[in-house]
C-alpha cells in the first residue's frame, strides 16, 4: 500500500490559473518534503515543513501542512510555464528515512 | 564538486549482466539513500544508510539488488543478473542526518 499519496496524479493547467497539488498520510508526518523534477533532470528542493499549521512560500509558490501534520498542500499562484515538471512530496514518517509520493505532473498551457 | 555524484551517468546492458552504481555523498552526511525511478514514475525507496546503524533494506525489490557503505562516504548499489524491468533511474540522495536530502543527477539504466 502507498503510505504516502499524492493528488492528482497529473494537471494540465492553463498559463496564468491556480492550482494545488495535495499529499496525504494515513500517519502523521514527522517532515514533509516538496521536490520539483524538471522532465529529465535532477530534484531540485522546494520546501520543509515541520510544525502543525506550518506555511511557507517562495516567489508563487505556497506550502502548507495541516495542523494533525498528515496532509499537505502546495498552492502555486498564476502560474508560469517554468513550473511545469513534477512535483513529489517526501515525508518522514517513522523519524528516520524519507519516502516519496508518486509525484504529480504539471503541464502548463501557453 | 560540493554536491551528491553518482557514476556512471548512463549505462547501457545485457540482460543477466551485473551493474554497479556508484554514489559519492556529500562530505559530512551520515544518511545515504537509494531511490528507484521508473520512466513517468515517482520515487521507489530502496535503501538507507545511517551513520554505522544496520541499513534499511526495506524497499530491495529482490535479492538481485545490493548495496554497501564505506563508512559515511562511498555507496554502491549493486543489481545481479539484471532483467529489462531493472531498466530505470536511480538517485542517490544524502543528508545530514533526516532532513533535507540532496540528490544526485542519478544513473539511467537500460537493460536490452
Known amino acids: 500500500s502507498q503510505e504516502l499519496e499524492q493528488s492528482p496524479q497529473s494537471l494540465i493547467v492553463q498559463e496564468g490559473k491556480n492550482l494545488t497539488i495535495n499529499c496525504t498520510s494515513s500517519?502523521?508526518?514527522?517532515?514533509l518534503y516538496w521536490y520539483k523534477q524538471k522532465y529529465g533532470e535532477g530534484l531540485i528542493f522546494l520546501m520543509m515543513?515541520?510544525?502543525?499549521?506550518e506555511e511557507k512560500s517562495h516567489e508563487k509558490i505556497t506550502a502548507k501542512l495541516d495542523e494533525k501534520k498528515q496532509q499537505s498542500s502546495l498552492h502555486i499562484t498564476a502560474s508560469q510555464p517554468s513550473h511545469a515538471g513534477i512535483y513529489l512530496c517526501g515525508a518522514d514518517l517513522t523519524g528516520d528515512k524519507i519516502i516519496f509520493g508518486k509525484g504529480t505532473r504539471l503541464h502548463i498551457l501557453p | 564538486g560540493a554536491g551528491v555524484s553518482q557514476s556512471p551517468s548512463n549505462k547501457v546492458t545485457e540482460k543477466g549482466k551485473d551493474v554497479e552504481l556508484r554514489c559519492d555523498p556529500i562530505s559530512g552526511h551520515t544518511a545515504l539513500y537509494w531511490y528507484r525511478q521508473r520512466l513517468g514514475q515517482g520515487l521507489e525507496f530502496l535503501i538507507y544508510f545511517q551513520g554505522n546503524s544496520a541499513p534499511d533494506k526495506s524497499g530491495l525489490p529482490s535479492d538481485r539488488f545490493s548495496a554497501e557503505r564505506t563508512g559515511e562516504s562511498v555507496s554502491t548499489l549493486t543489481i545481479q543478473r539484471t532483467q529489462q524491468e531493472d531498466s530505470a533511474v536511480y538517485l542517490c540522495a544524502s543528508s545530514p542526518g533526516v532532513g533535507t536530502q540532496y540528490f544526485g543527477p542519478g544513473t539511467r539504466l537500460t537493460v536490452l
Open positions: 500517519k502523521t508526518l514527522y517532515g
Open positions: 515543513l515541520q510544525k502543525g499549521g
